[in-house]
């Protein structure tokens, strides 16, 4: 695995904050995932900020017990709108800061899982989910994005060994997000896909050397 200067925990600062998202459908292992990613990388010296969507702040907790059980009917554009808002607290709250401090942000999810889930799979306007993430996110999109890519039965298989399912986890749905990922990241240079049905090992090591190799390619290191 990819390690930088002559030692492992030598501090790695960055020339600017750097914005990572890890996205896939439900059951990929991007959770896992990112975790696994994110204390590897800051083993090595890097100033981590590990996050998601949604859910990382306290109104996107709130936000997220809502959208995922829907005890109460929600409408696809409300669904949209309220993970919309989770996504505009979370860039003010935690991710514009941590990049303004030049840290490696890593974000399990980010825009496009609203343009794959409500738009691909609610059947919602892409063009206006676009406009308004860009709003929300005040204007600032991820530097590289990791799709975890897996067969939605496989994904499936995984979900169900959870305590329970979200309003998300259904074959239908996921196959309708799954094709939407797929259209989403063609043709696009700046996601590195990677086959999340292999060990989540070789995943992190696949990760990790990804990214680290980027950074190197566009510069992004103080000489230590």
Not at 19 to 41: C, M, R
């Amino acid at each position: 695995m990819t390690t930088f200067g002559s030692h492992a925990t030598t501090r790695q600062q960055l020339t600017q904050g750097i914005l990572i998202a890890i996205e896939g459908i439900d059951g990929a292992g991007k959770s896992t995932l990112a975790q696994a990613v994110s204390t590897f990388l800051q083993d090595n010296g890097f100033d981590i900020l590990l996050t998601r969507e949604p859910g990382h702040s306290a109104l996107g907790k709130e936000i997220r017990e809502l959208v995922q059980t829907q005890t109460m009917p929600i409408s696809s554009r409300a669904e949209f709108l309220l993970f919309a808002a989770d996504r505009a607290q979370h860039f003010a709250e935690l991710i514009i800061p941590a990049l303004q401090q030049n840290k490696l942000v890593i974000s399990d999810r980010i825009a496009d899982s609203s343009l794959a889930y409500q738009g691909y799979g609610r059947g919602l306007d892409t063009q206006t989910l676009r406009t308004v993430n860009t709003w929300a996110m005040e204007s600032i999109i991820p530097h590289l994005t990791i799709f975890v890519r897996v067969p939605v039965l496989i994904a499936l298989e995984r979900c169900r060994k959870r305590p329970s399912l979200s309003v998300f986890e259904h074959e239908q749905f996921l196959d309708k997000v799954a094709a939407g990922f797929e259209e989403i990241y063609q043709n696009r240079s700046d996601v590195i896909v990677i086959d999340g049905t292999e060990s989540p090992e070789f995943l992190t090591q696949q990760i990790c050397d990804a990214i680290t190799r980027w950074i190197e390619t566009n510069n992004l290191l103080h000489n230590n």
